[in-house]
Each structure stands twice: as structure tokens, then as C-alpha cells.
């Protein structure tokens, strides 16, 4: 669970465009630390950009200063740093059973006995570490907010033995069609070196495939935002058997069978 390059592209583009609420109440399923494939330096010049000039010292400060330190939680401060530059958050809770900065320490295959709601959920490479993928899930759903955003990175091809899964294209947008949810962004990278693809439709997955746009070792990191409206979680049927695919993507399915 770390904020990688893919993470540093994503929040960067959400940024960009302006799709990040205005100080929002963050949830976090797994407390991330600093991968490192981002220097420090590029860190501290988005923070030059996104910070506020009041707080801007202060910040800056507080980064080189966690970063020259030989604590043990560096790396996580590091990351909490980040979700302060880009999200600017008015919270940021944690759920985690085992570190440092996490408000709480319960078992995510079981329902999260928590009340509120959240503007953002992060699950950065949460989920595929936790057996019951349907409650994981549901309550990343039940926790956010009508119009809140989710992230969500998981492995895709490769990392071998990394977790209980890897997660396939299909699982996010499926999921996304069964719940409303609005596909901000979807994108395919490799961490090392790092190259990525964003498709904006799964039927523009197969095309990806044959261009060998897809590295062999790869995540997918996905965002979606929420319905306005109240909605129930709901299972997804795989898009293949729902018959949502495109004869394109049903040719690549029986292709890669």
C-alpha cells in the first residue's frame, strides 16, 4: 500500500482539472506510505503550486524535515504529506490493522461499524489483500458520500503472489455500471520504468492489447465519483454474460480464454 507515480499522475490530473472536492473529509482502507519513484524535489514544487501561501512554509518545512528524520513512520508521514498538498483535506482517517497513523484498526472483510461518510475513499492496493473483495468493496461504496469520489489501484497483470487477487479491467467497469458510478479515470501503468495508457471506455481495451500497450507487470488505478442520489451496493453480473460488451471485446475475451 503506496503512493506511487500512478497515484502522482492521477491526483495530479484530478487536480488539473478540478475534479478534487474543495477540503474534503478523506477516508483511507490501508494507510499508504511513500513508494519513492517520485522525488522529493517534485513534491515539494506541486506543493510550491497547489498550497496555500499561508500554509506554504509551513508545509515545506514539515516535508524536508520528515524526510531528513530516520523515524520509522517517515514513510507514511511522507504520504499524509501528499494527501495535504493535493487534497488539502478537512480529515483523513485510516483504517488499518497494523500502522502507525491509523484511527482504526478493524478487520476490512468484516462491515466497518463507522457512521459517517466521506468525500474521498482511497484504496491504494487495499483490496487485493483482503479476502472478502465483496465487503471491501461495498464498504468503500457505504462510507462515501452521494458525489464523492473513490480511488482505487489494484494489481493487474504480474505481481505474482502480491495478494489474494489481481483485478481485471472488466471488475471496475462492471462495478461501475451496477452502482452508477461515473469513471473519472482509468488507467493501465507499469511502475518500473514507468509507462501508462488511459482508456476512457472498456471497449477501447482490446485495441490497447493488440498495440501491446499493456506492460506484463501492471496496475490499474481507477476513480470513480459517486451518484448524487442515494443508491444500495449492488453486485456486478460480469459485462460478458450481461451482454455489454462490444463484439470487439467479446472477440478479445474468447481470444485470451
Known amino acids: 500500500m503506496a503512493i506511487t507515480a500512478l497515484e502522482f499522475l492521477v491526483f495530479s490530473t484530478l487536480r488539473k482539472h478540478q475534479q478534487l472536492p474543495a477540503r474534503p473529509r478523506v477516508l483511507e482502507l490501508g494507510e499508504s506510505n511513500w513508494y519513492g519513484d517520485v522525488s522529493i524535489e517534485q513534491l515539494e514544487q506541486d506543493l510550491n503550486q497547489c498550497v496555500d501561501e499561508t500554509a506554504r512554509e509551513a508545509t515545506l518545512s514539515r516535508l524536508r524535515q520528515v524526510w531528513a528524520s530516520d523515524a520509522k513512520n517517515r514513510l507514511y508521514e511522507v504520504a499524509r504529506i501528499f494527501y495535504d498538498v493535493f487534497l488539502q483535506p478537512a480529515s483523513y482517517t485510516a483504517i488499518d490493522p497494523g500502522t502507525p497513523g491509523s484511527q482504526y484498526r478493524f478487520d476490512l472483510n468484516q462491515p466497518v461499524p463507522l457512521n459517517d461518510k466521506f468525500d474521498v475513499t482511497i484504496n491504494i492496493g487495499t483490496g487485493e489483500h483482503v479476502f ?44 461501475a455500471r451496477a452502482n452508477r458510478y461515473h469513471v473519472l479515470t482509468f488507467v ?25 500497450a499493456v506492460p506484463p507487470n501492471t496496475h490499474i488505478n481507477v476513480v470513480f465519483r459517486k451518484s448524487d442520489e442515494p443508491v444500495e451496493f449492488a453486485v456486478p453480473t ?20
Open 132 to 175: 472478502n473483495v465483496y465487503q471491501f468493496y461495498k464498504t468503500a461504496h457505504d462510507l462515501t458520500a452521494e458525489g464523492g469520489l473513490m480511488i482505487h489501484s489494484a494489481p493487474f497483470t504480474g505481481w505474482i503472489d502480491h495478494g489474494f487477487y489481481g483485478f481485471q479491467p472488466t471488475f471496475f467497469f462492471d462495478l
Open 188 to 212: 493501465i501503468a507499469q511502475l518500473n520504468p514507468f509507462r501508462y495508457a488511459q482508456i476512457t471506455r472498456h471497449d477501447e481495451l482490446p485495441a490497447l492489447i493488440r498495440s501491446e
Open 238 to 257: 460480469q459485462g460478458y454474460y450481461a451482454g455489454t460488451l462490444s463484439p470487439e471485446a467479446v472477440r478479445l475475451w474468447h481470444e485470451h480464454r
